[in-house]
């Protein structure tokens, strides 16, 4: 039959329309191989036939005339060269739609950004840190599955597969949060079941401040830091002084001191608690400020180093002289913050002026609500007191 070996242009097509005989038939074009016509009452089916290891595939390329031959044509040669170059069209075609039906699911990425932007981001001090923690430990493991298919073993691979002390207890707990809050936003069913409230949390092995730094300790201490750089000489010295946490000094800026008031301001986003403070300065404290200045010049924060540098200095310090405790253990930076507690309670000051100045929680419970009494000026007396202990014990 010569529609059968002929190349097939519209008009020929044409034809095949008019020949109701045809109907349910397959032509094959002669000249692209795989390329299949099958004529029904009022169109022509275009289809791309082929093998892959013995198994026949076939995939629809359009309608003519709805889809223009030249377009028929265009997508044989596409799909040819595909399977000339290893790719099945059918298997690729079946991965891109199982990909856009998860794409139109609530993927664990989809549901994870809704609850960042209607709960973290509004009630995270540092939102931006529990971002960071998804996208390293989450995202590429978890993120595409649909979030209502997500298995309690799953989870729970995932949570195991991370290293550290406390970062798989982190993962757990923001994982947790999410899920506990969109399954009441509706993106589980209501009897589904949270594999978060059944996993048990990591463990984190729980580590005391017990380091206590001695007066001799101290006074080597002193003489150590006459060996660093000035800066850092001066940051140690001023937490020792202050009482402060290693970043409410390192990270402060010059416009949060007040010479004039004799005050330290430490922002809310320092301060452990996500609080406004403002700590009395004693003399000693000024003084060292008042060198850092000079040394400082135009710089907008006080110390600026990478957090750790003063706690490095402090630690090396204790190493290189071999100041160990009982335990075999160095002291760290932030012991001076339990220094200044243990002897303050020695020199017989009142214990809530002292964790006032540990910027502490003062007052619990109910009395918290109604309690609103700073200790400013017993603060100042304290620090004073402090700071001249403190020059006793080094000189």
Same mark, same amino acid.
């Given at each position: ?8 242009? +519209? ?58 031959? +030249? ?58 840190? +529990? ?46 949060? =999410? ?64 009482? =402060? ?98 002897? =303050? ?11 006032? =100045? ?7 419970? +109910? ?29």
């Amino acid at each position: 039959m010569k529609l059968l070996n002929e190349n097939y242009t +519209a008009k020929s097509l044409n034809q095949l329309l008019d020949d109701s005989s045809l109907i349910g038939k397959k032509i094959p074009d002669p000249n692209r191989k795989g390329l299949i016509f099958k004529p029904t009452s009022n169109s022509i089916s275009a289809v791309f036939r082929f093998k892959e290891n013995g198994k026949e595939y076939q995939l629809k390329i359009g309608s003519y005339p709805s889809t223009p031959l +030249a377009d028929i044509y265009s997508t044989w040669s596409d799909l040819r060269l595909k399977l000339d170059n290893g790719i099945n069209p059918v298997k690729e075609r079946e991965a891109e739609q199982r990909e856009a039906k998860v794409r139109e699911k609530n993927t664990l990425n989809v549901v994870w950004q809704d609850f960042y932007d209607r709960y973290i981001l509004l009630n995270r001090k540092c939102p931006e840190k +529990a971002m960071d923690i998804y996208n390293y430990h989450v995202r590429e493991v978890l993120g595409d599955l649909p979030f209502d298919e997500i298995t309690l073993v799953e989870c729970r691979d995932l949570i195991d597969s991370i290293k550290g002390k406390r970062t798989p207890q982190t993962v757990y707990s923001i994982l947790k949060q =999410c899920w506990v809050h969109q399954h009441g936003r509706g993106f589980l069913e209501p009897s589904a079941t949270n594999p978060f409230l059944i996993l048990k949390s990591p463990q984190v092995k729980q580590s005391v401040r017990d380091r206590l730094i001695t007066d001799e300790e101290m006074r080597i201490l002193w003489i150590g830091l006459g060996q660093v750089t000035k800066k850092v000489e001066i940051g140690v010295k001023l937490l020792a002084h202050t009482a =402060c946490r290693t970043k409410e000094i390192n990270s402060n800026t010059w416009e949060n001191i007040n010479f004039q008031e004799e005050t330290l301001f430490i922002p809310k986003d320092l301060d452990k608690e996500g609080q406004d403070r403002i700590k009395p300065l004693s003399q000693q404290s000024l003084a060292l400020l008042d060198e850092l200045r000079f040394i400082s010049g135009n710089e907008e924060k006080l110390i600026g180093f990478d957090r750790n540098v003063l706690g490095r200095n402090v630690i090396k310090i204790s190493k290189n002289n071999n100041l160990l405790d009982k335990q075999g253990r160095h002291f760290h930076a932030h012991d001076l913050r339990s220094y200044f507690s243990t002897n =303050c309670r020695k020199l017989r000051m009142d214990h809530k002026v002292i964790e006032s =100045c540990l910027s502490h929680v003062t007052e619990k419970g +109910a009395s918290a609500n109604y309690s609103f009494y700073d200790y400013e000026d017993e603060k100042r007396e304290l620090f004073q007191t402090w700071s001249d202990h403190v020059d006793m014990v080094v000189s």
